[in-house]
């Protein structure tokens, strides 16, 4: 099964760009990278996936690097409202469950 | 369409009690998951179905959880004989079985075991 790795929480100060990293070293040719977020006391929230290539939202930024074991989650302008745990996310079992980690809690200091 | 809903979203009972919480799905998604959270921890997949067949239960599921999507389209999950070890957030998803297979989740029950 692929697994991911996330550092365990960040910082940023609000309107400036946040870089959420993710490896993923063992992913399969075929498998989409995924991130979700989670508020408190909500459920998870879809933000974003891709294969390939970088890929563009209105919520945000997906940079796949080229071999694809890695990937960054772009914010391009952080607001208090982005605080929240983000998941880095692979499918498990040929993409019928996600396994999701502990995540990366990210702090905006206004 | 507004997205995958749940009921209750708040649930408290004595242990021992059974309980049953339900997903309603986004309305042309054929798959549906349902996931436990507890406090600090990421979402631990419990089970899923494809249309109204169960295809994978998790080791977590014990025999005192049952889920049920009889039409295709609603689940239930319902915990017999509650424990205070159950009580989390319990969360249900759905999906299109595409290629990408995102999920859309729902804002969750949460369940307190007194």
């Known amino acids: 099964d692929a697994k991911t790795t996330q550092p365990n929480s960040m910082e940023s100060n609000e309107e400036e760009p946040v870089h959420l990293p993710c490896n993923h070293s063992t992913i399969s040719g075929t498998d989409y990278i995924h991130w979700y977020r989670q508020l408190p006391s909500q459920g998870p929230e879809y933000v974003i996936h891709g294969l390939t290539s970088n890929v563009n939202n209105r919520m945000a930024s997906l940079a796949i690097a080229e071999d694809r074991k890695s990937s960054t989650l772009i914010l391009h302008r952080a607001t208090l409202r982005d605080a929240a745990v983000y998941y880095c996310i692979l499918p498990y079992n040929y993409g019928q469950n996600f396994v999701f980690g502990p995540g990366t809690r990210l702090s905006v200091l206004p | 369409d507004t997205g995958v809903s749940q009921d209750p979203r708040h649930k408290i009972t004595k242990r021992g009690q059974n309980v049953t919480f339900r997903c309603d799905p986004i309305s042309e998604h054929n798959r549906l998951y349902w996931y436990r959270q507890t406090l600090g921890q990421g979402p631990e997949f419990l089970t899923y179905?494809?249309?109204?067949?169960?295809?994978?239960k998790s080791r977590l599921l014990s025999d005192r959880f049952s889920a049920e999507r009889p039409k295709g389209s609603f689940s239930t999950l319902e915990i017999q004989r509650t424990e205070q070890g159950d009580s989390a957030m319990y969360l249900c998803a759905s999906s299109l079985a595409d290629s990408t297979d995102t999920q859309y989740f729902g804002p969750g029950t949460r369940l307190t075991v007194l």
């Open positions: 179905f494809q249309n109204e067949a169960q295809l994978e």
